[in-house]
């Protein structure tokens, strides 16, 4: 069966390649994924899949049904937004749309996903079972995969696999992590409520822009005191309004940031843990507080009897040397991990550095890769469902 998926993929290579290209040079923003929505539908029924458009807001299902010998479903996601970032790639396939890019890798990976579908789709009744293709629209503002959820894409899915580009692991070669892989991303608001008073009389007035500068260095502190160091926190405090005269002393401060943590346990406690420290900083010099604390999305913690079936197909397809079992896992988030509420799933890394030119980092104007990855996406991802039908 891995000799046919190769023999496929390698027929379907062209096809790919061109459909990678045309989803490069029309890029669409979160949640206006409109015309990529249409074209993914085409490649979709054209193969013979159910679809439906429409889901999540601009999202799109496919289904593939098997022999029916096995009631288990298969899910596989793959992303399909852009970014606002100007294109300075000068490949002749840049994106057409002024100002929007696909600097994550997202039309490789709906290429990816629609290769798969191709693939399954010609191996047709030799599939147990029914595999299920979400084509996921605003991925780069974490609500995209709320959307499909909640318009049902995980009903009655008893697995999922997805992937993701990374520039730094060489084109042909796939990364892979057993257990988190990435971090929980939530948005914290903290306004520091004071006096205000003259600047040169500071023993009057309750200076909220000092004690926001204790409230910042006082988490930071606390962090590294008083939290487990093999579990890490990251908290950046990105933006700083308040003020309104150099010599008046600000009555009123608003910050604004993001917290990254790994462990579920550690991630449950973040809340309280800040609410209480900022609330007694404050309290200490006559200020008030107010802390809004909004969960984003949670780590993605790979599940480690579907990665097994990942790693065997991977090493299977292109051997041991062209598969890294990646040592640490990101602080970057992953709205994926909304589906592994709903049932097991992994995402491996899908390697597109290019040998011979700089690679450039994920959201960069001139981040390029190697095309050569679709067919190893491709076949990885194929392989592994095919041998998920074969697991019990």
């Known amino acids: 069966m891995l000799d046919r998926i190769h023999s496929i993929a390698t027929n379907l290579a062209p096809r790919l390649i061109e459909i990678r290209r045309h989803i490069h040079a029309h890029p669409e923003l979160s949640g206006q994924e409109y015309q990529t929505a249409a074209y993914i539908a085409g490649v979709l029924s054209a193969a013979g899949l159910q679809t439906q458009e429409s889901v999540g807001k601009t999202g ?19 992303d399909m937004d852009a970014l606002p970032i100007v294109e300075r790639t000068g490949l002749p396939f840049s994106s057409k749309n002024q100002g929007i890019m696909h600097a994550c890798g997202h039309d490789v990976h709906t290429t990816v996903g629609l290769g798969t579908a191709m693939i399954l789709a010609e191996l047709g009744m030799e599939l147990p079972g029914t595999t299920r293709f979400i084509f996921q629209p605003a991925e780069e503002i974490a609500q995209g995969a709320a959307w499909m959820v909640a318009d049902g894409v995980m009903k009655e899915v008893d697995s999922i696999f997805s992937l993701h580009v990374f520039p730094s692991i060489p084109a042909g070669s796939i990364g892979i992590r057993y257990g988190a892989l990435t971090a929980a991303a939530d948005d914290l608001e903290i306004t520091i409520i004071g006096e205000s008073g003259h600047g ?11 004690i926001a500068s204790q409230v910042i260095t006082g988490l930071q502190q606390a962090i590294s005191r008083t939290q487990n160091p093999l579990r890490p926190i990251v908290l950046t405090i990105g933006t700083i309004k308040g003020g309104r005269a150099p010599n008046i002393i600000a009555d009123r401060v608003e910050l604004s940031g993001t917290v990254r943590s790994l462990h579920p346990d550690t991630h449950a406690t973040l809340p309280d843990w800040i609410e209480q420290i900022v609330t007694d900083i404050c309290r200490t010099y006559g200020a008030k507080c107010q802390v809004n604390y909004r969960r984003g999305v949670p780590s993605v913690q790979n599940d480690i009897a579907l990665t097994q079936i990942l790693e065997s197909s991977a090493r299977a ?65 194929a392989y592994t469902a095919y041998q998920y039908w074969q697991s019990n």
Do not use: C
Not at 353 to 366: C, E, S, T, V
């Open 60 to 78: 799109v299902v496919g289904e593939l049904v098997g022999a029916g010998t096995d009631d288990r479903l298969l899910a596989i996601r793959t």
């Open 200 to 210: 040169a009389r500071p023993h009057e007035a309750v200076d909220a822009i000092w």
């Open 317 to 381: 397809a292109w051997g041991s040397d062209r598969v890294q079992i990646l040592p640490e896992p990101s602080l970057g988030a992953e709205d994926f991990s909304m589906y592994l509420q709903h049932a097991p799933g992994t995402m491996f890394r899908l390697g597109v550095g290019m040998p011979d030119a700089k690679n450039y980092p994920l959201h960069h104007p001139q981040f390029m890769v190697d095309e050569s990855a679709i067919i190893t996406g491709v076949v990885t991802m």
